[in-house]
């Protein structure tokens, strides 16, 4: 099964990583939260998590998926960060799935991965001056090679089964829609 990394920081939106988290292990993946250090983490709206391990404890594993849950200050604290932008460049490289929502995708703006691709992202969350070499449509999803980006917290259903999808297949998909009684009738 896939193996899957989200880290988590200082005021991420909630709704957005639990969502992800929780259906990725609904579908059997093994999924690791990180935080940027060893202790627990507040997000957005002041829910308090604890990762299972610290983001320099998995510097060296290899994932099939990293997910960047967006929120503020969490995506600029993303952003921000040596390790999950050494964590980026990585999974870029080796050609491996990269996911962002809502502000997120200011992490991947960061990592300079963007170069021709078409993302989606929370309206306003990235300034106009700094997609000079990438397309931000209106989508509530998009798929653009090995990234994929949603637009925010009323999207990370559809984003998180979309993943299943990529990850899996689109019986696994349908299975766990199925167990979450979703429509699975999305369009985009």
Do not use: W
Not at 52 to 80: C, H, M, Y
């Amino acid at each position: 099964m896939a193996k899957v990394l989200v880290p988590l920081a200082e005021g991420f939106e909630e709704l957005e990583a639990i969502t992800i988290i929780d259906l990725l292990r609904r579908a059997g993946f093994e999924v690791i939260t990180a935080g940027l250090d060893d202790q627990p983490v507040r997000a957005s709206r002041q829910s308090l998590l604890i990762p299972d391990t610290s983001i320099d404890k998995v510097l060296d594993e290899q994932f099939d998926l990293i997910f960047l849950p967006g929120g503020l200050p969490g995506a600029d604290n993303l952003r921000d960060n040596e390790q999950v932008q050494q964590l980026i460049k990585k999974q870029h490289n080796q050609n491996k799935n990269i996911a962002a929502i809502c502000a997120a995708p200011k992490a991947l703006v960061a990592a300079g991965i963007l170069d021709g691709k078409t993302i989606t992202c929370y309206p306003g969350a990235l300034d106009q001056t700094v997609c000079n070499n990438f397309q931000i449509s209106d989508k509530a999803l998009e798929i653009d090679g090995h990234i994929t980006t949603s637009r925010g917290p009323g999207t990370a259903m559809d984003l998180a089964l979309s993943l299943i999808e990529q990850l899996g297949n689109k019986q696994l998909r349908d299975t766990v829609s199925a167990q979450m009684q979703s429509s699975n009738k999305a369009e985009y």
